[in-house]
């Protein structure tokens, strides 16, 4: 499931697998490794990348986001 060909998720993926699984006390391998081996640290930052780049890209869901307060 190595997504080499989606730059921008596979950059999205990186960054949420970085800041959820920031060292080896929550995760015993790099993105790279984590991606090459499809760890489920690495499928649920890529899961959780597609589905932040759906909610961006919806209209009905950003107002939402900005009219709480």
Not at 35 to 53: C, D, L, S
Request: aromatic letters at 10%; charged letters at 30%; one cysteine or more.
């Amino acid at each position: 499931m190595m997504m080499q060909h989606d730059l921008q998720l596979r950059a999205a993926a990186r960054e949420i697998y970085d800041a959820c699984y920031p060292g080896d006390e929550w995760s015993p391998l790099a993105f790279d490794e984590a991606e090459r081996f499809g760890t489920v640290h690495y499928r649920q930052a890529v899961g959780a990348a597609q589905r932040a780049r759906r909610a961006l890209a919806s209209r009905h869901i950003q107002p939402e986001l900005f009219d709480r307060g």
